[in-house]
C-alpha cells in the first residue's frame, strides 16, 4: 500500500489504510525467511513509518498517545539486537575504511575487532530469544490492527494534518538548533528523530505537488543520513567506553577516528539543515496549505 494520501481519498480514511498496509508490511517481515537481523530492522523501519502517520494526525487523534506508545513499545521489544548489529553497520560502513587507511598496522586487525562486534551481536540475539521477541512484536502488531477501523480522527481536509505536519517541522527545526548550539550525542539523537519524523510526513504528503515535494523529501534523506551516521558514532563510542570491548589502545585508535568522523559530519550537516528548516512553521503550512488547495480543487487531472 502506498505510503501517501491520495487526492481523492479522506484524510480518516487514507491514514487507516496506511496504517493497516504498514502492520501487514511488518508482519510480512516476521513471518519472512530474511536474515533475522534484517527482520528486525525492517519491522522497526515499519513501526516508525506508522508512528510518523499517526503523528501527522495527532491533534484530531483522541487516542494518538496510546496508539504511539503501543507501537513504540513494540518496536523496543527489539531495540538492543538492532543496536548490537548497528554496531556492525557502523564499524564496516563509517571506521573500517578508515583504519584500513591508516599506513601503521592496527592491533587487533580490522577484521578481528569486526569478528568480536558481531560475536556480541549474535551472543544478545540468543540471550535476549530474538524469535520470541519477534513473535510478541507480531503479537503487538496485532492487537494494534483490529483499532485501526476505530481510529477517532476527528475532522477531514488540510485541517487534518496541518497541526501535526506544523509540529513536526517546528520541533526539528528547534532541535537543529539545540544540536548546534551545544553539540551532545544526544541533542543531534533528537534532531535525527524529528528531521525524520518530517521526511515521512513530506512522504506521506507528496500528492499536494509531486516534484518539489520529492526534491525536499530527498534532501531530508541526505540530511537523516548525515545526521544518522554522526548518531551511529556516537552510540559506537559510548558502547564501546561502557562495555570495555576493545583494549585501552583499541579504543583511543577508535575514538580517535570517531571524533574526526563526526566533526565532519557536523560540518556537513549545518548548510543542509539552515537550507531545509529556514522557513518559519507557519509560512511552510500556509505554502503546503496553498499546494494542497491547488491539488485538491483544480487540478483537472485527478
Keep these: 500500500m502506498e505510503y501517501t494520501l491520495q487526492p ?3 484524510v480518516s480514511e487514507g ?7 504498514k502492520v501487514e508490511r511488518a508482519i510480512d517481515h516476521i513471518d519472512g525467511e530474511d536474515d533475522p537481523h534484517e527482520r528486525v530492522h525492517e519491522v522497526r523501519k515499519r513501526c516508525k513509518e506508522i508512528r510518523a502517520a499517526i503523528r501527522l494526525v495527532r491533534p484530531v487523534l483522541p487516542t494518538y498517545k496510546r496508539e504511539n506508545v503501543h507501537y513504540r513499545d513494540a518496536a523496543r521489544r527489539v531495540s538492543a539486537v538492532r ?14 575504511p578508515s583504519l584500513t587507511a591508516q599506513s601503521e598496522s592496527i592491533e587487533p586487525a580490522p577484521a578481528d575487532i569486526r569478528a568480536t562486534l558481531v560475536d556480541r551481536r549474535d551472543t544478545m540475539a540468543v540471550e535476549q530469544r530474538l524469535d520470541r521477541r519477534l513473535e510478541n512484536v507480531r503479537a503487538d502488531l496485532i ?10 480522527i476527528a475532522t477531514e481536509g488540510y485541517d487534518a494534518v496541518s497541526g501535526g505536519l506544523r509540529k513536526s517541522y517546528k520541533r526539528a527545526r528547534n532541535r537543529m538548533e539545540d544540536a548546534y548550539d551545544d ?36 534532501a531530508l534523506k541526505e540530511l537523516s543520513d548525515v545526521i544518522g551516521y554522526e ?27 570517531v571524533r574526526a568522523n563526526r566533526a565532519e559530519l557536523h560540518r556537513k550537516g549545518r548548510p543542509l539543515g539552515e537550507r531545509l528548516f529556514a522557513e518559519q512553521p507557519d509560512r511552510l503550512v500556509d ?3 496553498a499546494y494542497w488547495e491547488a491539488t485538491r480543487e483544480y487540478d483537472p487531472s485527478l
Design 231 to 257: 548518531n551511529d558514532l556516537a552510540e559506537f563510542a559510548e558502547m564501546m567506553t561502557d562495555e570495555a570491548l576493545f583494549s585501552t589502545e583499541t579504543r583511543e585508535i577508535l575514538r580517535e577516528v
Design 8 to 10: 481523492d481519498e479522506r
Design 183 to 218: 553539540p551532545t550525542f544526544e541533542r543531534f539523537h533528537e534532531w535525527r528523530k524529528r528531521i525524520k519524523y518530517h521526511r515521512y510526513h513530506t512522504r506521506l504528503l507528496r500528492r499536494v505537488w509531486i516534484e518539489p515535494m520529492k526534491t525536499r523529501r530527498a
Design 143 to 152: 492487537d494494534g490492527r483490529e483499532r485501526i477501523d476505530d481510529l477517532p
Design 83 to 96: 543496536d548490537a548489529h548497528a554496531a556492525v553497520e557502523t564499524f564496516d560502513e563509517l571506521l573500517k
Design 15 to 21: 491514514i487507516k489504510r496506511i496504517i493497516d498496509g
Design 287 to 289: 505554502r503546503f496549505g
